[in-house]
T-cell receptor, first 113, second 110 residues
Framework: SQTIHQWPATLVQPVGSPLSLECTVE??????LYWYRQAAGRGLQLLFY??????ISSEVPQNLSASRPQDRQFILSSKKLLLSDSGFYLC????????????FGSGTRLTVV | GQQVMQIPQYQHVQEGEDFTTYCNSS?????IQWYKQRPGGHPVFLIQ?????EVKKQKRLTFQFGEAKKNSSLHITATQTTDVGTYFC??????????FGAGTTVTVRA
């Protein structure tokens, strides 16, 4: 069966520090991968998505970047965190095509102080 | 761009009562999906609707896709405390991206 792993679960980082969040998927190949951010009590904002290795599409201009170095690995990064980067970051995967729901990881709660 | 609007934002329900949350899109959707996020948790996929006018049921939950494929609803009967959480609708108009509504956060009075 397919599983998605996301870590760390919580993170407190100072302003100006770098960020690296990792997400891996098991049990499937060539998944579509996504990074979402959820502000407290708010909806889900799509940050990046990837349909293949090295293919990254950015939805919102911001202080973040994403990379997909391997088929089932998706990384969210920042060189210098801002206070506004605080939030709940969710990685998700889906099959290709229109017939698949998204499976979300357990998320990372990032607090920038 | 595509926008998915969801109402109400908050729903306070007496245990045992029914309620409905609504989802509307500015564009025609290929499909609509519904997710549930428990407090402190991550969204979990509930169901997908694809066909115009489609209705699907999961126990006390009834999901409906509008005839024009621009709106959807989730109706929950006999609300229980286990129904607490935020329900998101999400629509697809291309192969890769879902646009999520802002969610309906449900609280239940015992």
């Amino acid at each position: 069966s397919q599983t998605i792993h996301q870590w760390p679960a919580t993170l407190v980082q100072p302003v100006g520090s770098p960020l690296s969040l990792e997400c891996t998927v098991e049990g499937t190949s060539n998944p579509n991968l996504y990074w979402y951010r959820q502000a407290a009590g708010r909806g889900l904002q799509l940050l990046f998505y990837s349909v293949g290795i090295g293919q990254i599409s950015s939805e919102v201009p911001q202080n973040l970047s994403a990379s997909r170095p391997q088929d089932r690995q998706f990384i969210l990064s920042s060189k210098k965190l801002l206070l506004s980067d605080s939030g709940f970051y969710l990685c998700a995967w889906s099959g290709t095509g229109l017939t698949y729901g998204y499976t979300f990881g357990s998320g990372t709660r990032l607090t920038v102080v | 761009g595509q926008q998915v609007m969801q109402i109400p934002q908050y729903q306070h329900v007496q245990e045992g009562e029914d309620f409905t949350t609504y989802c509307n899109s500015s564009t025609t959707l290929s499909n609509i999906q519904w997710y549930k996020q428990r407090p402190g948790g991550h969204p979990v996929f509930l169901i997908q609707l694809v066909k115009s006018g489609e209705v699907k049921k999961q126990k006390r939950l009834t999901f409906q896709f509008g005839e024009a494929k621009k709106n959807s609803s989730l109706h929950i009967t006999a609300t229980q405390t286990t129904d607490v959480g935020t329900y998101f609708c999400a629509g697809t108009s291309n192969d890769y991206k879902l646009s999520f509504g802002a969610g309906t956060t449900v609280t239940v009075r015992a």
